[in-house]
Each structure stands twice: as C-alpha cells, then as structure tokens.
C-alpha cells in the first residue's frame, strides 16, 4: 500500500461546477499538507498549503485536512476550463531533512468543459 | 534567474548510455531537490542537497543514479548505463533554506530506447 493514495480520476466536469479532490494517508507524522497544479509539460506549482488540521480558503480554492481520518481535501468552486490540470497532493513530516522531502499522491486528472 | 531552470528539456538516449540532466535553481534557494515522475505516478523523491551539508541519497533507485551540486547552485543528476525503466520526467525544484515549500521547474523528460 501507498504511503499516499489519490485517486487518479480522469475526473470531468462542466464550468461553474464545484470540484472535489481527495488523498488519504497512511503516516501518522504527516504535518503539512500541499497541494499542486501541473498542466502539461510544466511542472507541479504549490496551489495550497496547510500545517495540521482545519480548512484553508484561498479565492475559489479551500483545502480541508482532517488528521484524525488521514484524509486531506481540495474543493474547487465555479470552477473554469483554466483549472483543468492534474492536481497532485504531497506531504511531509517535521524535521531534519524530513521537512523538505514530500511524498506525493499519483495525481487526480481534471477537466473542465464549458 | 527568475524560476528553476532545467536542461535539456527532452533527452532520448539508447539504452546503456549515460545522460546528464542539470538544474539551476532560483538564486538564493539552499535547498535542491530531484524528483522523477513515471507516467501514470506521482512525484518520487531522488535527492536532496541542503547547503553545505551531506545529501540525502535515500531516494535514489540504484547506485546508477548519482547527482552532484556545484558551488550551492547548478546540480546535475546523472544516470550512467541508461535503461528503459528510466525513462521518466525528471523534476528539480528548490526552496528557501529547508522549507517545504518547493519550486519546480518544468522538467527534463527521458526516452531511453
């Protein structure tokens, strides 16, 4: 089993919808929570990051993690054919060269139509 | 430079060569990472240097993978005696000291016929 599991989708939907992407996790020490955007042939850009538990909203974009379940979230609302992408979550624990190293989902694939 | 910078974009190779994949990082990032993503995979943890201090080899898949960093700037990943399990997209990012906040950049995408 993988340390992080993420559906891979392909997941399509049409504009203005409201998009949920999930990861679960297995490791415990897991303390900050990322989530990436990579459009083709780009690399991944950081989109959200939370340390710990609770929910972060950023524009149309809100990341929850629930620590107790092991399972992180991005909700995208009303959202535009610009947000198809693949959305990668990752993670890592505190300390050492922990802190730097993450360890990413396989990637959820997005489109959305108009 | 303005982002991560990564050379050459896309490499194909025959099998049983060695390539050379180099990555300059945004000026004033200590800390470098290599990553690889295999069609299908999320990213896979390489390499990380930190400033002066040894680097983390722990991800590197065989003893033919090796990367160096020159002067706290460039580094360069090589993979000596190519083959087709290598083929991948390899990914450097950097970051501020050692956050875990990455920057990528856009990546170097391996064919190894």
């Known amino acids: 089993q993988k340390e992080v599991e993420q559906d891979p989708g392909p997941l399509s939907v049409p504009e203005g919808a409201i998009v949920s992407l999930n990861c679960t996790y297995s490791?415990?020490?897991?303390?900050?929570f990322m989530w990436y955007r990579q459009y083709s042939r780009k690399g991944p850009e950081l989109l959200m990051y939370?340390?710990?538990?609770g929910n972060k909203e950023d524009g149309r974009f809100t990341a929850q993690v629930d620590k107790s379940s092991k399972y992180i979230s991005l909700f995208i609302r009303d959202s535009q054919p610009s947000d198809s992408a693949t959305y990668l979550c990752a993670m890592s624990s505190t300390g050492g060269t922990s802190y730097g190293k993450l360890t990413f989902g396989q990637g959820t694939i997005l489109t959305v139509h108009p | 430079g303005a982002g991560v910078s990564q050379s050459p974009s896309n490499k194909v190779t025959e099998k049983g060569k060695d390539v050379e994949l180099r990555c300059d990082p945004i000026s004033g990032h200590t800390a470098l990472y290599w990553y690889r993503q295999s069609l299908g995979q999320g990213l896979e943890f390489l390499i990380y240097f930190q400033g002066n201090s040894a680097p983390d080899k722990s991800g590197l898949p065989s003893d033919r993978f090796s990367a160096e960093r020159t002067g706290g700037s460039v580094s360069t990943l090589t993979i000596q005696r190519t083959q087709q399990e290598d083929s991948a997209v390899y990914l450097c990012?950097?970051?501020?000291?050692?956050?875990?906040?990455?920057?990528f950049g856009a990546g170097s995408r391996l064919t190894v016929l």
């Open positions: 939370t340390y710990s538990s």
């Open positions: 990012a950097s970051s501020l000291n050692n956050g875990n906040v990455l920057t």
């Open positions: 490791n415990s020490a897991f303390q900050y």
